[in-house]
C-alpha cells in the first residue's frame, strides 16, 4: 500500500510561482511512476505531468515550459514547479503512483494509476 500526501498548494498572482510537492510512504519509491493531474471546479481530472523511474518527463501541452516536474529517491518526494501562473490553472492539484512498470515509462492517463493523494488547491487570482 502506498499513501501520498501533498503539500505546497496556495493563492497566488497570475504570473507568479508555486511549488507543490508530494510525499510517499513505502521503501520502494524509485521504482514508481509518479504524476501530476488536476481537477478544476466542475471539470474533469486530467493531467499534467509525469516522470518515469530513470527521470524521463512528460508534459501536458497547457503546461509545457512553465512547469517542471522533479522526484527525490532520497526524500520520497515528487515535486511540481509552476511557473508563469495562468487563472486556468487554478485546480486542487493531485499526485499519483503506480509501482511495477519498466524504467523508462510515464503515464498520462488517470485510470493507469492505482495510488492518489487527497489533493491539494491551487488558486490563482487575477
Known amino acids: 500500500q502506498v499513501q501520498l500526501v501533498e503539500s505546497g498548494g496556495g493563492l497566488v498572482p497570475a504570473g507568479g510561482s508555486l511549488r507543490v510537492s508530494c510525499t510517499a510512504s513505502g521503501r520502494t519509491f524509485s521504482s514508481y511512476v509518479m504524476g501530476w493531474f488536476r481537477q478544476a471546479p466542475g471539470k474533469e481530472r486530467e493531467f499534467v505531468a509525469s516522470i518515469s523511474q530513470s527521470g524521463g518527463v512528460y508534459y501536458a501541452d497547457s503546461v509545457k515550459g512553465r512547469f517542471i516536474i522533479s522526484r527525490d529517491n532520497a526524500k520520497n518526494t515528487v515535486s511540481l514547479q509552476m511557473n508563469s501562473l495562468k487563472l486556468e490553472d487554478t485546480a486542487d492539484y493531485y499526485c499519483?503512483?503506480?509501482?511495477?512498470?519498466?524504467?523508462?515509462?510515464?503515464?498520462?492517463?488517470?485510470?493507469?494509476?492505482?495510488?492518489w493523494g487527497q489533493g491539494t488547491e491551487v488558486t490563482v487570482s487575477s
Open positions: 499519483a503512483a503506480e509501482p511495477g512498470r519498466p524504467p523508462n515509462w510515464v503515464l498520462t492517463v488517470a485510470r493507469e494509476y492505482d495510488y
